[in-house]
């Protein structure tokens, strides 16, 4: 799981994590900045921290390049990122879509798929940024897992003030993406490629 900022993983895919850590997955979390721009870096930390053990995530590495700036680091980025993907050798990659207005979520998309050209399953996320070209044909439902969504993304005290992070609008992007693939709740994904183990 890649993400741009330290409450990036939770709001576009904190249920589905839960979801597979409650399956056995194993699951590193690599964050590209300390979101430095949007809030208390220190403080962002520690709610990521707190956040991703409470989803279940096994391990989060924070990296230290500089927020709303990644777009001029995509190289540097892309290099840190395969040489843990080639340690970790992972099964599937979640991280931003290019159907993205933030500069830094577009970056990570590009570092992360040079970094992961290898792999045979790489998904993309929504955020509150992407836009209306964002097109989900990958589900999984978290119709059990919403309210352990909401809380892992109310972990980031830091940000409780921003709209899109409010449990109102994180019930009703569920319920949108799960009326979509006939499913209560649902969080949506863009495959760039995805291997089905059949």
Do not use: W
Not at 6 to 28: N, Q, R, W, Y
Not at 38 to 57: C, D
């Amino acid at each position: 799981m890649v993400g741009a900022h330290p409450d990036d993983m939770e709001i576009a895919c904190g249920g589905s994590l839960a979801k597979l850590s409650d399956a056995g997955h194993t699951i590193v979390g690599l964050i590209v900045s300390k979101g430095e721009q949007g809030g208390n870096s220190s403080s962002r930390l520690i709610e990521a921290t707190k956040s991703s053990e409470f989803l279940g995530v096994n391990k989060v590495e924070i990296m230290d390049f500089p927020d709303t700036r990644l777009d001029q680091f995509v190289s540097e980025i892309s290099r840190q990122i395969e040489v843990i993907v080639n340690e970790l050798k992972p099964d599937m990659v979640f991280t931003h879509s290019i159907h993205d207005l933030h500069q830094d979520h577009k970056a990570v998309h590009d570092a992360t798929l040079r970094a992961c050209r290898n792999l045979s399953t790489i998904l993309c996320y929504e955020s509150p940024s992407t836009t209306k070209a964002f097109k989900p044909n990958v589900f999984v439902n978290i119709e059990q897992y919403i309210d352990i969504k909401i809380e892992s993304i109310q972990e980031h005290k830091d940000q409780n003030k921003k709209r899109y992070v409010q449990p109102e609008q994180v019930y009703g992007k569920a319920i949108f993406r799960g009326t979509q693939a006939k499913l209560e709740k649902a969080e949506g994904f863009e495959a760039i490629r995805i291997n089905l183990p059949i």
